[in-house]
């Protein structure tokens, strides 16, 4: 009986020890524009509806290398930092799936 109680405690910790991040998808268009952050730099356009209009992106995105010419929809995950840097976004974001990858707009 013990046992089982011991197991059972243990398997809840781990659950809920677990980081818990929200999935999402991310369009990505097909050129880096001129941008300007704590200094001039390349941004990548970044939508999460089809639907809407381009924004800057001035971070990276884990595990994920852009390719000038191609449109993506991405899965990503986000994570928001506890403490991040003073010219850091709150929220990180890394490469769950590639689902498409096309020289032309994706919908």
């Known amino acids: 009986m013990k046992l ?8 809840v910790l781990i659950t809920f020890s677990c980081s818990h991040t ?3 998808t991310m369009y990505i268009a ?3 524009v001129d941008c300007v952050g704590v200094s001039p ?4 356009q970044i939508k999460f509806n089809s639907l809407d209009d381009w924004t800057f992106y001035y971070g990276q ?3 994920f290398t852009f390719e000038t010419g191609y ?3 991405l899965s ?6 506890a403490n991040p840097p003073a010219d850091a976004s709150s929220i990180k974001y890394t490469l769950v799936e590639i689902l498409e990858k096309s ?3 994706i919908d």
């Not at 730099?41 to 990548?44: D, E, H």
């Open 41 to 44: 730099q390349k941004c990548m």
């Open 30 to 32: 097909n050129e880096q």
């Open 76 to 81: 990503v995950s986000k994570e928001t930092m």
């Open 61 to 63: 995105i884990e595990g």
């Open 71 to 73: 449109y993506y929809k």
């Open 103 to 105: 020289t032309t707009a």
């Open 22 to 24: 929200d999935a999402t």
């Open 4 to 11: 089982e109680n011991i197991l059972f405690g243990l398997i």
